[in-house]
């Protein structure tokens, strides 16, 4: 606690992940008092294909 | 705003979801009041063998 | 299955909510294929003091 | 209703999965009176390079 | 890990809760070879206002 | 795009609420290049009463 979820559009490369996990940790625990071993970070890739906006499929976009 | 997530059985064709993104968003946007542009649809994909129904594996019925 | 959730602002009415579950679900259903009796839909009410965009609290702005 | 969501590592076997979703029905079913029949549960599997645990992504530990 | 989260609908007591939250990890824990320690259960209640199937608002049923 | 979701014990202050906004914001864009009108963040408040860990109800603890 607390558990953050991303989700993001696939492709990002492992340094970025890494980068996202720690960054992300960090800022979480100091605005919520959380330890930094009580926080969890999930990562989701999003397909394009599976992302709309505006009524639009954003891989035809 | 609003964001919807749809969740169904993998193997729907890009035309699907490209129907199934454009016709969610109308009905979102025509009960809601919220403009197209703002409404944002996610689709997740759910394999049979991670889905289970009445205590049974869908991959296996 | 298909598993639909709309996160929305809080505020909406229940006559909103009810024509809401209606159009998606019959959008959902023309597209996918899958019958109406198949398709469920759960609504998530969002507070503004919980959603940020752009780095900023939404009752804020 | 109810709706079960287990999120875990990627790599358990199809057999493991099958005795989850058998165990876990029937525990929601005991204790929630609900009729097994309608338990529903979903498996997502997660990849150590989308998991972290304070600030460090699992896939480095 | 595993995280799991049971959604279900508003009304069950605390004992319920408590009731599936201790039979909910001994069957992941069981059945995936996580330590009990390791299982985290989150429960999601909700409205009949906010659920609809069958393109019907449940709290109209 | 990315969306960020942060589950929490319920208590925290709207202060908090908005530091962990804009400072997740900022980690976020830093890290997966999103310029921050790009990054969206939920806040979902957990009741001790639904969260359970070891097989215990945190409400309990």
Do not use: W
Not at 18 to 26: C, I, M, N
């Amino acid at each position: 606690m607390p558990y953050v979820t991303v989700k993001m559009l696939e492709g990002r490369t492992e340094d970025q992940k890494r980068a996202l996990v720690e960054k992300v940790t960090a800022a979480v625990s100091a605005t919520t008092g959380a330890p930094p071993e009580k926080v969890t970070v999930f990562i989701e890739d999003l397909k394009k294909s599976n992302y709309g906006v505006n009524g639009k499929l954003q891989s035809d976009v």
